[in-house]
């Protein structure tokens, strides 16, 4: 079992920055691939950005590329989603996401077995 702590969320300007971080617990961190979810109201859980074991292997959403960037430091435990230039569309709550492998399809959700509790972003206009 992998428990999940996500914090960074809270309320941004348009085009300001935001980190998130993921906490991991319970087991390996580098046994896992993590990645991001988020889930605006009323609309489905989408991928953000997914990482591998060592963290030299990134996957990125159109939406989010360019302007977002997931990392790791697998000696902390921890996951990060660097959000930069952020738009009100971007507005949802983040998930960390984690999973083992082997890891073929990313942006699906069934790829990843321990979810955190989320943390809330909101970008105001």
């Known amino acids: 079992q992998v428990q999940l702590v996500e914090s960074g969320g809270g309320l941004v300007q348009a085009g300001g920055s935001r980190r998130l971080s993921c906490v991991a617990s319970?087991?390996?961190?580098?046994?896992?691939?993590t990645a991001w979810f988020r889930q605006a109201p009323r609309k489905e859980r989408e991928f953000v950005a997914g990482?591998?074991?060592?963290?030299?292997?990134?996957y990125y959403a159109d939406s989010v590329k360019g302007r977002f960037t997931i990392s790791r430091d697998n000696a902390k435990n921890t996951g990060y989603l660097q959000m930069n230039n952020l738009k009100p569309e971007d507005t949802a709550v983040y998930y960390c996401?984690?999973?083992?492998?082997?890891?073929?399809?990313?942006?699906?959700?069934?790829?990843?077995?321990?979810w955190g509790q989320g943390t809330q972003v909101t970008v105001s206009s």
């Open positions: 990482i591998n074991w060592s963290g030299d292997t990134t």
């Open positions: 996401a984690a999973g083992g492998p082997p890891w073929n399809r990313p942006a699906t959700i069934d790829e990843y077995d321990y």
């Open positions: 319970g087991r390996t961190f580098s046994d896992y691939v």
